[in-house]
């Protein structure tokens, strides 16, 4: 009995499968491998002026504070996958195309690389540096001395420094209002923004301002103080009905803050 041969695929066919074996598993390999991206989303707000955990955000030692305001200062945050968190091409992929997410490098929100712990370290340690800063930028602006006004700020799960400016903000509004002892920095509005602040007040960029403006409208403001440097990258993602405007310092922040009580011209980017 004679033995019956396969029938065998021309040489050239044969090279081409070759070749193309190699390409396939490298497109295999990068759809399913780990990327040094993290995945963010709009996150909470916090009112300032408010309270947490059944106590003030902003309280005093050596001063008492002026009358409630009848407006918010929302700071605002994002909400990022944890450093650990594995992110493929298909989720950066998903990511492009939704408004309500974005694509960030994970050494720019866990500088700490992916070591959770140390991540949250650092992120504490970031917040409260900020906090000092914001104590400081706002007893200054309002000719105080630490020495004699001890403050204490509270705001859970919220980390880095980029609550600052609106720390700032809030310490003014409790303890001086809108200068005149007749109301507060918000003239009854709901304002959020956010920034970085240092000791002479002034305002630095922080991540994930897209993401911020549309937390910020989504709980009800209407005006986002940005820093002046990200008006157009805040800008990419503006929701409907919420006003950007560029703020360098806190002085000039305080001053837009007065522009909004009285109706006047304000700045947008």
Known sequence: MSETSRPRLPARRRTLALCALPVVLLLALTLFAPLPYTLAQPGETADV??????????????????????????????????????????????AWFRDDQAVMPRQAVFPEGGDTRKAEKHIAKEMRESQDTAVTAALRQLHRSPKDVDVTLRLADVGGPSA????????????????????????????????????????????????????????GARVFLVPKSQCAEASTRRPAGLRLVPVGTLDGALGALKQIRSGGKLPSC
């Not at 955990?53 to 001063?63: D, Q, T, Y």
Request: proline content about 5%.
């Open 49 to 94: 002026l408010g309270s947490t955990g059944g106590k003030p955000v902003i309280s005093f030692k050596g001063a008492k504070p002026r009358g409630k305001d009848d407006g918010k200062l929302l700071s605002v945050t994002i909400a990022a996958t944890k450093p650990n968190a594995v992110v493929r091409v298909g989720d950066v992929v998903d």
């Open 164 to 219: 600052g400016l609106f720390f700032a903000l809030g310490i003014i509004d409790k303890l001086d209002g809108d200068g005149t002892g007749k109301g507060g920095l918000t003239g009854g509005h709901t304002i959020a923004g956010t920034g970085t602040i240092d000791a002479k007040g002034k305002i630095g960029p922080v991540g994930g301002v897209p993401l911020k403006t549309q937390a910020a409208r989504r709980d």
